[in-house]
């Protein structure tokens, strides 16, 4: 008497894993989206040449004008030519946009970071990542680590300098609110209090009218400086990074863009295969030969 009841049982178990069959086959797979990964609303899409840029079909990068060497070379971004015309095609290849599919923007410094909607996909243009600037746009990871420099007019007493004591006894001088200042201050330590301005340009100035011995400004900046603007200058050496996160360069991006984890990605596979090591050896080679100033 007691196998009717169990048949019973079966068949409405039976019953019920067919009906609960038939809804999974018809309602949506969180797994199935899962692995559609960014395709789906879970999040955007980083499927090569099909992201959600300015213009379907290509990626359009931003820098400032005019476009100095060694970041480019004969201010023309579009040549491939320079670390950072290098660099940006080979982000650019990495989210599967081929030379032909690159556009190029020109867009001021400051107001590549500036907060509203930006016209480009990404902006290179030795831009630091800071806590400040992420306020009002996104920054992809670091592509370039930034070091510190002493720049001094060639053949004057600082020009001699090879250590972080040769300095110690220089009028050093640096733009206020900088890491260049805290180098000074903490690394350095001269016995003479430095000289601090409220712009690079009053650096400059002060330094090519003999006001201070020396400057310090980031090693990117010293490049420019003394190879377009004070040409009578050159780079003494460099500061070694001290502890804890460096400073970096990073592609800016739009407040909350969905391209953002997607050219992350580019950067972070472009750093790890050693491509931008590679990039880097070409074009700056200056700047890592330069002496550190130990």
């Given at each position: 008497m007691s196998l009717a009841p169990r048949v019973l049982r079966r068949l409405l178990a039976g019953a019920t894993v067919a009906v609960l069959s038939t809804a999974?086959?018809?309602?949506?797979?969180?797994?199935?989206?899962?692995?559609?990964?960014?395709?789906?609303?879970?999040?955007?899409?980083?499927?090569?040449?099909?992201?959600?840029?300015?213009?379907?079909?290509?990626?359009?990068?931003?820098?400032?004008?005019?476009?100095?060497?060694p970041w480019f070379k004969d201010d023309d971004p579009s040549n491939g030519e320079g670390f950072e015309s290098a660099v940006a095609y080979a982000v650019a290849e990495k989210l599967g946009y081929g030379e032909e599919a690159v556009a190029w923007q020109s867009v001021p410094f400051n107001k590549a970071f500036a907060p509203g909607e930006k016209t480009f996909d990404f902006d290179i243009n030795q831009v630091s990542v800071s806590d400040e600037r992420r306020k009002a746009v996104?920054?992809?990871?670091?592509?370039?680590?930034?070091?510190?420099?002493?720049?001094?007019?060639?053949?004057?007493?600082?020009?001699?300098a090879t250590g972080v004591v040769d300095l110690k006894g220089l009028?050093?001088?640096?733009?206020?609110?900088?890491?260049?200042?805290?180098?000074?201050?903490?690394?350095?330590?001269?016995?003479?209090?430095?000289?601090?301005?409220?712009?690079?340009?009053?650096?400059?100035?002060?330094?090519?009218?003999?006001?201070?011995?020396?400057?310090?400004?980031?090693?990117?900046?010293?490049?420019?400086?003394?190879?377009?603007?004070?040409?009578?200058?050159?780079?003494?050496?460099?500061?070694?990074?001290?502890?804890?996160?460096?400073?970096?360069?990073?592609?800016?991006?739009?407040?909350?863009?969905?391209?953002?984890?997607?050219?992350?990605?580019?950067?972070?596979?472009?750093?790890?295969?050693?491509?931008?090591a590679r990039i880097e050896q070409r074009w700056l080679s200056d700047a890592v030969d330069a002496p550190v100033l130990t």
């Open positions: 999974v086959g018809c309602a949506p797979q969180p797994e199935a989206d899962a692995s559609a990964g960014s395709s789906s609303s879970a999040g955007p899409s980083c499927t090569p040449g099909e992201l959600a840029t300015k213009t379907p079909g290509k990626v359009t990068i931003a820098t400032d004008q005019p476009a100095y060497e996104d920054f992809s990871s670091g592509y370039y680590d930034v070091r510190q420099a002493v720049v001094a007019l060639k053949d004057s007493r600082a020009s001699k009028r050093l001088g640096a733009q206020v609110g900088t890491t260049s200042l805290d180098y000074i201050e903490d690394v350095v330590r001269p016995t003479r209090e430095a000289a601090v301005y409220g712009k690079n340009d009053q650096a400059k100035s002060a330094l090519r009218n003999g006001q201070v011995d020396a400057i310090v400004v980031d090693l990117p900046t010293a490049f420019y400086m003394t190879g377009a603007e004070v040409t009578e200058a050159e780079i003494v050496g460099q500061f070694e990074n001290r502890g804890g996160v460096p400073e970096q360069f990073g592609l800016v991006l739009d407040k909350g863009s969905a391209l953002t984890p997607c050219v992350t990605d580019a950067v972070d596979a472009l750093r790890e295969d050693g491509t931008l």
